[in-house]
């Protein structure tokens, strides 16, 4: 049985050209009047999801992941085409959304659970096991203002999780929190999906979505470019993800107008093999290559980590190098060598890019927003969200006269 289907599902966007910055005032006026674009962010997508399938969607930021989750959750509607929802459908998009900072984690429980679609007696019924669930027990009724984010974020999961939903509609939800919280929170689906929920998870988190789905689709430009075995799918995603500089081509991109371009950026555990999952405290080592085409001085080179919420946690840059680095036309690789990464566990999206020491912020010579997800799991080492390198000496006391003495008696006995 079929419980989701998109038959020839389009969303076109009207977009305003950009306004060239040095062009004159009048002119600026003028291109307020142009017509504006059209952007296809989906163009004839097509696809069905079984019953109690769980589906995985996967692609590059742009490729129409976002409209796909904006359609199915009704925030929008298709410029073209029909979808077909058989069931309730629940969207567990942004844990913790609807909680008032100045209620309890128990008045938060019944505003949530009513915002997602809970009756009341529905949610007393479940109360016991949202609290237990999210091991909030002793801080139920202490206002969430006062939680710290790891609690937010287990109550607002517990919450979406005692859904009893016939379409579970998951974005992203499982790079929040610690390890031990995301292997329940995998758990509680996976009882989900053998309890017949459908389930379509749209995510960077490779892994999971290997762990989770049956099926995924991978989209590339608004389009479906794949549709199989999540392996083969994966495979075929991480293949494009090494390759920036056939995607700027792609994209209209004139490599030799340019001064210098990133061609590549990949990402290589202890083991030298190249990989976009990582432990904390364990090593890594990106590698970046490029082009370049005109002589330059005093460049420099980074490798950024965001945030799902857009915050820069951290980055590698070449400006730790002595002296500075010219350029002369030709192909260059730079390397990274991290010896123990310290983000906490997530997903993290990657910037990456070339520009000129002395230029202002924002001025690069070339830049690639948002072109990688690495996802961070947690080890041994890591309790919080960020973890120092150190280690453990121990030197025990000196045993005293009397220490001794005693000792020396027990043996006597």
């Known amino acids: 049985m079929i419980d989701l289907e998109l038959k020839k599902v389009s969303k076109k966007y009207r977009i305003r050209r950009e306004v060239d910055t040095n062009a004159s005032f009048i002119r600026k006026l003028l291109s307020l009047r142009k017509r504006k674009e059209d952007f296809w962010a989906l163009k004839d997508i097509s696809f069905s999801v079984q019953r109690a399938e769980a589906l995985g969607i ?14 199915l959750s009704r925030i929008t509607t298709p410029s ?37 679609g809970m009756l009341r007696r529905e949610i007393t019924k479940k109360l016991d096991s949202i609290v237990e669930f999210a091991e909030l027990r002793q801080f139920i009724d202490t206002p969430v203002k006062r939680y710290s984010s790891g609690m ?7 919450i979406a999780a005692h859904l009893d939903p016939d379409i ?25 999906k053998k309890n017949g929920t459908t389930i379509v998870f749209i995510s960077h988190d490779l892994r999971a979505v290997q762990k989770l789905c049956d099926r995924v689709i991978l989209l590339k430009s608004g389009q479906i470019e794949a549709d199989g075995d999540p392996q083969e799918t994966i495979a075929l995603y991480e293949s494009s993800s090494r390759n920036l500089h056939a995607q700027a081509r792609a994209a209209g ?25 990582f432990e904390t405290g364990m090593p890594m080592k990106a590698v970046l290559k490029y082009e370049v085409y005109k002589p ?29 680095i010219d350029l002369q036309p030709g192909e260059g690789t730079i390397v990274f060598d991290c010896s123990s990464v310290g983000l906490g566990p997530g997903v993290y999206f990657i910037d990456t890019g070339i520009r000129n020491r002395q230029a202002p912020f924002g001025i690069d010579i070339d830049w690639r927003k948002r072109c990688l997800a690495v ?22 006391a000196p045993k005293t006269f009397a220490d ?5 008696l027990i043996e006597t006995i």
């Open 296 to 324: 330059l001085v005093d460049v420099i080179f980074e490798v950024q980590f965001y945030s799902q919420e857009g915050r820069l946690c951290s980055f590698f840059s070449s400006e730790t190098l002595p002296g500075r």
């Open 80 to 116: 073209a085409g029909e979808i077909m929802i058989n069931g309730r459908l629940s969207a567990l998009i942004e844990v913790g959304s609807g909680f008032h900072p100045e209620l309890t984690g128990r008045e938060n429980i019944y505003l949530n659970g009513s915002i997602l």
């Open 253 to 277: 991109v004139q490599e030799a107008s340019r001064e210098a371009v990133v061609t590549s950026l990949s990402f290589y555990n202890d083991e030298d093999q190249e990989c976009l999952s």
């Open 168 to 192: 579970l509609l998951l974005d992203e939800v499982l790079a929040v929190g610690d390890a031990a919280f995301q292997q329940k929170c995998i758990q509680r689906i996976t009882e989900l």
């Open 58 to 71: 996967i692609g590059h930021n742009g490729a129409g992941k976002s409209t796909i989750l904006k359609l």
């Open 375 to 396: 996802r961070i799991d947690y080890d041994r080492h890591l309790r919080d969200t960020f973890y120092m390198p150190y280690i453990c000496r121990h030197s025990p």
């Open 404 to 408: 001794a003495s005693r000792e020396k």
């Open 152 to 158: 937010y974020v287990r109550l607002g999961f517990s």
